[in-house]
């Protein structure tokens, strides 16, 4: 064992601190260092040089630099390490300007002898040292999109024009989402549906995307590059290659249930299309309503359909596949105001929600348009909308701020200028926020233009008189108590994450924010990424996001898969778990506590013919954080690059 | 079962007639009350003490008291069983506070008994009410009226629903009486103003009667003596004030359980009451 | 070190700190230059997770006088949840020092973030200080004399 | 008008009384939109926690929110931020009753008159006597006549008797404790 030890000046960052001379003259007699050297700059060429030299003069193969954090140039001295043709992870770094000459300038001596210390106790993990190599694995070019809104649909376009297959993934009958639901979209009042139909109908025609809706994904295990994923494909009950979306089931299926679509505003039938613009445009059979299912009596849908494509007997596929990435675009759900008291726990009538107003006001909808209140159909003359429902708001255990309802909030004081002229409309907020693009602007057209009433204060009661709501507030501005009278009330319902987000977590094994939503691996660098790698984001399943962001993620998280698969193979991390099987118990500890799944149990044949379990670890989608290590009782597995060997070494070498 | 019974000073002079109902029930039911013999005032409202410790030391003197005999604390006052509760719940909150009260009262505070309304303890103690009632409240409309001190902060009687609490509710309904819903249940009265400044319960009792009308209700039902009084006694003034009649008999409730329960009329102080009960007893045939 | 003189005895603390949270802390520390006693001495590994209890014995037999452990925050493990196995581990580790007799003081967890300088500083400062007043720590220490040869 | 940057001397007293930290209040107005006192304020109270956290002691201190308000808890309790307003309206309450802070504007000058005869009512007694609390407010705050009406019904239906006098003086004991303390 040969081992050379360099010691950096880093100009005067270390030299003015540490004495470095007396060092590394120190150093090159302790036992193992044939060669002890310092230097101006260790990372420049010259100083690189310098280690090349002496590796080829004294033949030296470890290496021990004394220099800055390992996480600034680690990665420069194993480079040169290569190009000398030595495993790169004959390395070790000691850190003796970030954690000792900067920290320590007050006292140079003991400096001195910490900087030695650190030294030391790399020189005694480098002995331990072994090397390490990556293996190739390969890449299956295929993504999985779940989610069938605007951003899982963006996703799964950008891929497949990209030249890849695509399967979308999306639960229930039809793809769309929520966009699918809104009227108009903020700022420019576009219709939702007219712009989005046309992306459903590309995505349905695109010969490279395969559309599973009605479909849930039930399992992945396998890690990036190949995932195995478990779809199950709910029965329709309609043989989805006869049917031709006529529509005569759902006319006269006798089963009347509230439309999801619709927010409960409007009934559809046990067999049904979700929303005339349906993509694929064929109904499913809802069978926890349908009389047949229910009672085995019925069958009318089998009667009327023209093309004989009802199958009651039809039952769950479950597919199984490959994938190289998977993009998660999940979406939310709104948060549910029952939760307020003050607001009447969900009970008044002519209390809204935003995605119900969105339906009322949809020319297409439950009421053709028309602003009409649940009570009694009379119009909507005197609106009030309450912002901030289930946002910014830590009583309710949503702290954070929705972002999207101070936009919609204003859209919606507009529509309702638009539809009833007439009308009178309230909003009561704490803060605008309209930090997108003409957004501003557009609140400001709603209050100068439409003379909607900006209250800043937040409700504190709302309850029935009579046919009428009465709001009490407060404006914060002038000081007057308010206490008025409303034919409707709008409650703004924050975004939350989906009610089953900790189950689908689970399922996919990645980590959730402190709100539920799924996590990102940097809040700032890497937004569409998890630390899952090959698992991208799109949309608010990350954090409440409007249209155009959704679009936006879309297309961020479609190149990191695209990324990924241009790639001719991906290496695997070397400094990862290790089982040594000759002692190995096989009591998979190590097993059940790996955040990964990494490890698996395994069959092996000893020397005696005798066959026994023993722990393996996939090394592909172990990330190397060792917890096994740590756990495993008769200490048989060992992490590479970090063994226990290497940390008491360091240990003892003091 | 036995418990600490803390009448408060309403219950000694002005609302005699609260006293009397709860000592029927009570008897009747079997649930043993026994008064604590020295017990002090709670302070009655945060608001009328010039600081928190001397607000949390009052209650404490009592709690201390009923620590002797390790029952639980029932108060039939929803300002007193607020006072003490929330005492309670504060200083097992916060140690720190709990150590200057003990030093300010001289005494050793446990914090480990309850603290329960007397509504709280019919509802535990009364699992069938149906085998027990002589006389159903059939079509009596009343509005449930819990002011704002018996479910706040967060539900000092555990009820769930703070804001729309169903306790009283439920307890009518089991009696016979039809409870109407209406959204003037936690508001307050306008608590002790009625002397300093007599406008503002004018003003707020007076929505709690309007609202009540308007929403059917033939009779009050309370579960606090200064809402009584406030409703009650302050009823003519609050007519005269507002210019509208209301003619709404306000009871407590358990002088509704004890009718329901076959006890005497006559025993029950009802012409205690400003705004007569008796005509519309009478017409509903209870009396 | 020689820990029989008490005249220049220094406290000597050993400080298990996570690849991710942690030392980027304590680099950061560096960073802005935040001066602190030179008596730790930091172990790098990946993650709170892969530190063994053996290790933190190892530490005391071979005379640290305190040993700090630190990783993410809980939630904030770069692995998901390896820091959630290493809390486990360390309430046991406490109770068995105590068992053996090492004041608990001497052995602390804590969770530093890669942001949180100030703090791993604060952390060592009174680490430093509180074991200053313990004295050196005597038990577990086994008088190994022979250096570690080298073939 | 600021000028000089904004110290945080009052917040921090309330701290340290209440552990209450005013700054997490952002202004929403649930709190004085909920109080059915609110008229009766020159501060409602989302405006007095903005005098606190802009530590306009003179201006908090000498506002009649703490007069004005009933102890309803409605505040508190509706509180998005989750902090109890009503404790921080009466920590003020105290801090301007041991600086003897006058209120600026006079219309609810009879609260701290009741609060005082109620005190004493009740350091007398043990127990509040409702009558004599009734009589004794009509004497100090010279509204001689007021609810005079009442008074031939509450006696014939016997609403004035009370409790006998305690023989005990907790109260009493404390309320002179207090005093040596903080000098009240």
């Not at chain 1, 660098?525 to 409440?544: D, H, M, R, W």
């Not at chain 2, 020295?38 to 009052?58: D, F, Q, R, T, Y």
Request: glycine content about 6%.
């Amino acid at each position: 064992m040969r081992i050379g030890v360099f010691i950096c000046h880093c100009g005067t960052n270390i030299s003015g601190v540490v004495d470095v001379v007396k060092l590394a003259e120190s150093i090159s007699h302790y036992p193992g260092v044939v060669i002890s050297k310092e230097n101006k700059y260790m990372c420049s060429d010259p100083g690189q040089n310098l280690i090349k030299s002496a590796v080829k003069e004294y033949n030296l193969d470890r290496i021990v630099v004394a220099s800055c954090t390992p996480k600034l140039h680690e990665n420069t001295f194993r480079a040169c390490l290569e190009d000398l043709g030595l495993n790169p992870y004959m390395l070790e770094i000691a850190n003796i300007r970030e954690q000792c000459s900067w920290v320590h300038s007050d006292n140079p001596e003991l400096a001195t002898k910490k900087a030695e210390d650190l030294i030391k106790m790399a020189i005694a993990r480098v002995r331990f040292a072994k090397e390490l190599t990556c293996s190739k694995v390969t890449i299956e070019r295929r993504a999985l999109v779940i989610g069938g809104g605007v951003a899982g649909i963006q996703s799964a376009l950008d891929i497949a024009n990209a030249g890849y297959h695509v399967t979308l993934v999306e639960r229930t009958p039809s793809i769309g989402g929520r966009m699918a639901q809104l009227d108009k979209t903020f700022p420019t009042l576009d219709c939702s549906a007219c712009i989005l139909t046309p992306k459903m109908v590309e995505a349905n025609r695109h010969h490279l995307i395969k559309i599973l809706t009605y479909s849930e994904v039930e399992e992945v295990s396998g890690f990036v590059g190949s995932f195995e994923v478990t779809i199950r494909m709910k029965s329709r009950s309609v043989e989805m290659k006869k049917c031709t979306g006529c529509g005569m089931c759902q006319s006269k299926c006798p089963v009347k249930v509230d439309s999801e679509f619709d927010e409960g505003l409007s009934k559809r039938r046990a067999i049904y299309m979700p929303f005339p613009q349906a993509v694929p445009n064929i109904p499913v059979i809802d069978r926890a309503n349908c009389r047949y299912f229910l009672e085995k009596k019925c069958g009318v849908c089998k009667k009327v359909c023209p093309s004989d494509a009802i199958d009651y007997d039809q039952e769950d596929t479950i597919l199984k596949e490959k994938f190289g990435s998977i993009t998660i675009a999940t979406g939310f759900d709104l948060f549910d105001h029952s939760a307020y008291g003050e607001y009447g726990y969900g009970k008044l009538k002519n209390v809204i929600t935003s995605i119900q107003y969105e339906r009322l006001v949809n020319s297409s909808g439950p009421t053709g348009g028309h602003i009409i209140r649940p009570s009694d159909g009379k119009e909507a003359k005197k609106v009030a909308f309450i912002s901030c429902v289930g946002s910014r708001d830590n009583k309710m255990g949503k702290p954070y701020c929705s972002k999207v309802c101070c936009m919609y909030t204003a859209k919606h004081a507009l529509l309702l200028k638009e539809h009833v002229p007439d009308a009178e409309a309230y909003i009561f907020y704490i803060d605008i926020r309209a930090a997108g693009k003409n957004y501003e602007e557009f609140v400001y057209r709603v209050q100068e233009n439409y003379r909607v009433k900006y209250i800043r204060g937040r409700v504190s009661k709302i309850f029935e008189e009579g046919d009428n709501l009465i709001v009490r507030g407060f404006d914060t501005l002038s000081g007057e108590s308010i206490e008025m009278e409303f034919d409707l009330v709008v409650l703004a319902v924050g975004v939350i994450p989906r009610k089953d987000s900790d189950s689908f977590a689970r399922m996919l094994n990645i980590s959730l924010d402190a709100n539920h939503f799924v996590g990102e691996l940097h809040p700032k660098l890497a937004p569409v990424e998890k630390n899952t790698p090959g698992i991208f984001l799109s949309g608010s399943c990350q954090y409440p996001r409007d249209i155009p962001e959704s679009v936006a993620m879309a297309g961020a998280a479609a190149v990191k898969s695209l990324s990924l698969f241009a790639k001719e193979f991906l290496t695997s991390e070397p400094m990862i778990s290790e089982v040594n099987t000759s002692i190995c118990t096989g009591c998979l500890n190590c097993k059940n506590i790996c955040p990964y799944r990494a490890i698996n149990e395994e069959e092996i044949k000893d020397l005696d013919g005798k066959i026994r379990i023993v722990a393996k670890v996939n090394e592909t989608i172990c990330r190397g954080c060792g917890t096994c290590v740590a756990s495993c009782p008769s200490q048989c597995i060992n992490l590479k690059g970090v063994s226990n060997e290497q940390i008491l070494a360091a240990i003892e070498a003091l | 079962m036995e418990y600490s019974y803390y009448p408060g000073c309403s219950l000694k002079s002005s609302s005699k007639d609260y006293a009397e109902s709860v000592k029927q029930v009570s008897d009747k039911l079997g649930i043993t009350l026994i008064e604590l013999s020295n017990w002090a005032c709670c302070g009655a409202s945060v608001s009328h003490i010039p600081e928190e410790s001397l607000s949390l030391a009052l209650p404490a003197l009592t709690i201390a008291e009923a620590d002797k005999y390790s029952r639980d604390i029932v108060a039939s006052c929803a300002a007193c069983f607020n006072r003490l509760k929330s005492t309670h719940l504060l200083l097992g909150k916060y140690p720190e506070k709990k150590i200057e009260t003990e030093k300010l009262i001289g005494k050793n505070l446990s914090v480990k008994i309850n603290v329960k309304h007397f509504l709280e303890v019919l509802f535990e103690e009364v699992k069938d009410w149906d085998s027990i009632i002589i006389k159903k409240l059939k079509g009596l409309k009343v509005a449930c009226y819990y002011g704002c001190l018996l479910t706040r902060p967060n539900d000092m009687i555990k009820d769930g629903k703070s804001e729309d609490p169903r306790m009283m509710d439920n307890l009518m309904e089991k009696l016979g009486a039809a409870s109407i819903d209406w959204p003037f249940k936690t508001e307050c009265c306008g608590t002790s103003f009625g002397l300093s400044k007599p406008e503002v319960v004018l003003k707020l009792s007076g929505r709690i009667l309007r609202s009540a009308k308007k929403s059917g209700a033939e009779c009050i039902v309370v579960a606090c003596p200064l809402c009584h009084s406030n409703l009650d006694l302050r009823q003519s003034q609050i007519e005269k004030y507002n210019n509208l009649k209301f003619d709404l008999p306000v009871f407590y409730f358990p002088e509704l359980a004890a009718l329901a329960l076959g006890i005497d009329y006559r025993n029950l102080l009802l012409d205690k009451h400003i705004v007569d009960p008796m005509p519309l007893l009478r017409r509903k045939d209870l009396i | 070190m020689d820990n029989n003189n008490q005249q220049t005895w220094e406290p000597k603390i050993y400080a298990f700190l996570c690849n991710w949270c942690s030392y980027e802390g304590a680099d950061l520390a560096g960073g802005g230059r935040r001066i602190y006693p030179a008596n730790v001495r930091i172990i790098r590994v990946p993650c709170s997770g892969r530190i063994d209890p053996v290790f933190i014995l190892k530490s005391f037999e071979r005379g640290a006088d305190g040993v700090l452990v630190s990783g993410c925050h809980p939630g904030d493990c770069h692995y998901t949840e390896g820091n959630y196995f290493a809390r486990r581990k360390f309430v046991l580790v406490k109770k068995l020092l105590e068992y053996v007799g090492i004041e608990p003081e001497r052995f602390q967890a804590r969770w530093i973030s890669a942001s949180e300088a100030i703090k791993f500083v604060e952390t060592v400062k009174e680490m430093t200080e509180n074991i200053r007043k313990l004295g050196p720590n005597t038990k577990l220490v086994k008088n190994i004399k022979e250096e570690i040869t080298c073939q | 008008m600021i000028r000089n940057g904004i110290s945080q001397t009052l917040a921090l007293e309330i701290e340290k009384r209440t552990k209450i930290n005013v700054f997490g209040c952002y202004q929403c107005g649930k709190c004085s939109a909920g109080c059915v006192f609110s008229y009766l304020m020159d501060t409602p109270p989302h405006l007095l926690m903005r005098l606190i956290q802009l530590d306009m002691r003179e201006k908090a201190l000498s506002s009649n929110t703490f007069w004005g308000c009933g102890a309803c808890v409605t505040c508190s309790f509706r509180c998005p931020r989750e902090i109890d307003v009503l404790r921080v309206i009466n920590t003020v309450r105290s801090i301007a009753i041991e600086e003897r802070v006058l209120s600026r504007n006079n219309s609810l000058k009879d609260v701290p008159i009741f609060n005082e005869i109620f005190m004493n009512n009740i350091i007398g007694n043990e127990h509040v006597n409702e009558f004599l609390l009734g009589a004794n407010f009509n004497l100090k705050s010279l509204k001689f006549f007021k609810d005079i009406s009442l008074l031939p019904v509450l006696y014939k239906k016997d609403k004035l008797t009370a409790r006998k006098k305690a023989s005990t003086r907790n109260i009493k004991k404390i309320v002179e404790g207090l005093k040596g303390n903080n000098g009240i």
